[in-house]
């Protein structure tokens, strides 16, 4: 058997009927491409590892002991690859007809991409626009934290990070390709040292692309390669989701600013959290008050971000 094109990369936790319908699309809708497939298992206890090695029994299948993380289990699963190419490929996404061939086939004509993504939509087919983001900057960071980017999403100059209105409809280069569907070269996965593992939830992939692109590589979407992606499957709470939002935020200004703009980028985050707060508790939506104070309560962690390992 000829050495396949791809190694598909999915970290499971918990998400046991998620990750096996993942896998049931992907042997389904790829017909072109020869690839391994690698489930690493972060210690999920709903079954998961013993569902997909029944189910699945050509899937390779990683057992972790305990929860190392999103970017350290890629990493672990990556450094033993021998495929030229690596897809990471979220548990809660189903691929649609020929998402992968056609994703392999824009990389493969965009060597300068380096790294590579779809378009990503929610189960009713509506646009998840949360397949690519530009970077933080100090403008983003305000219109992120004064509200400006939710109340003019569709706009670009007050929603940069989201790429205003724009619909995933056109090739295009960003910033950031979200890891949920990301292709790359081995080679340069290997140049990057893969994903910083102080980045243990949300932010490693913006790292990552931000890398690539000191090295010149310009990160790009294309919308004839399209996934179906629910988002934030494996955060048990949305208040957890928010904190690791936010302490990966503050790494990756820490990580990619200058030194003299890291105070204004904490101080947004603080800004947008603890407005968020005040605004939830006069407009009386208590459950939504309450989420948003447990995230301001472990401001201490977040503000910090991962630090350095």
Known sequence: MSQPDL????????????????????????????????????????????????????????RSERNVGFAKAN??????????????????????????DRLLAFSRARPDAGITGGRTVFPDGALNPASCWMRITPWSAFCKATGLSAMFPDSALFNPEGLGGWRRDTVREVDIVVGCFLMIRKSLWDRLEGFDPRYFMY??????CLRARKLGFRPMITPEAQIMHLVGAS?????????????????????????WQVPFGRA????????????????????????????????RDWIRGYGRG
């Open 268 to 299: 947004m985050l603080v800004l947008w959290v603890g407005s968020r707060v005040l605004a939830t508790r006069v407009a009386g939506r208590d459950a939504a008050a309450r989420m948003w104070t447990e995230v301001w309560e472990a401001r």
């Open 203 to 208: 932010g490693e992939e913006s790292d990552l």
């Open 7 to 62: 190694t598909v990369i999915i970290i499971s936790y918990n998400t046991r009927a998620l990750t096996l319908k993942c896998l049931s699309t992907l042997f389904e809708t790829t017909r072109e491409t020869t690839f391994r497939t690698v489930v690493f298992d972060n210690a999920s206890d709903d079954g998961s590892a013993e569902a997909i090695a029944q189910a699945f029994p050509r899937v390779e299948l990683i």
């Open 75 to 100: 990493n672990l699963v990556a450094e033993k690859a021998r495929t030229e190419w690596l897809l990471l490929l979220n548990p809660d996404t189903e691929c649609h007809e020929g998402a992968v």
């Open 235 to 259: 955060s048990k709470t949305v208040a957890r989701k928010y904190v690791h939002s936010a302490k990966a935020r503050a790494t990756l200004t820490a990580d990619h600013w200058p030194r």
